[in-house]
């Protein structure tokens, strides 16, 4: 079983947010996949389908980003998912806008969503996905600019980073984490 989780917040306010890049990105792999996410477990809203051999979960957190792993915990132990079948997409300030970088283990760079998986794993070796949001213009605290919408200029970079983080999902049903890494870093 391999498990997709996109970090985000839920709720309208939220909805295409930089800091909701996670959310959009399976909802970019649930159109692609023709997996719909419509189950609802440990405070998570997920989906679930076999492809090929491999049977494949979509899950958003429905926690708010910073207790994120109150609801992938559970549903790891529930399904008996192990670290190296989790892939965690999320927003990241010190990458530049729609650029991705995949990573087996790190730490969590001050992103509140993977301290909390972190703390609630026990480990910082799980596969990511960071998708570069950026940093806000001198001034701007940090708050107001992850929960801000894209500026024009930046949706074109955000949509590629979108579909090349859908496509790196899509390989890695085929191959290992590592091998697609090495393709989309």
Not at 71 to 78: E, G, S, T
Not at 171 to 184: D, R, S
Request: proline share 4%; with cysteine; glycine share 8%.
């Amino acid at each position: 079983m391999k498990l997709v989780v996109g970090l985000g917040n839920p709720g309208k306010k939220y909805e295409h947010t930089r800091h909701n890049i996670g959310f959009d990105i399976i909802d970019r792999c649930a159109q692609e996949l023709d997996l719909p996410l419509d189950k609802q477990k440990f405070k998570a809203i997920y989906g679930e389908k076999r492809i090929g051999s491999e049977k494949v979960v979509l899950l958003k957190p429905l926690t708010y980003m910073n207790l994120s792993g109150e609801a992938v915990r559970p549903f790891m132990d529930y399904f008996n998912i192990s670290n190296d079948e989790l892939v965690v997409i999320y927003d990241d300030l010190d990458l530049p806008v729609g650029k991705i970088r995949l990573r087996k283990k790190g730490s969590a760079g001050g992103h509140n969503g993977i301290k909390s998986l972190i703390a609630h794993l026990g480990t910082e070796d799980f596969n990511r996905i960071r998708v570069g949001i950026g940093r806000p213009a001198h001034g701007e605290p940090v708050v107001h600019y992850v929960l801000d919408t894209y500026r024009k200029e930046e949706l074109a970079f955000m949509n590629e980073a979108a579909e090349k983080s859908a496509k790196a999902i899509e390989a890695w049903l085929e191959k290992p984490f590592l091998e697609v890494m090495n393709t989309f870093n």
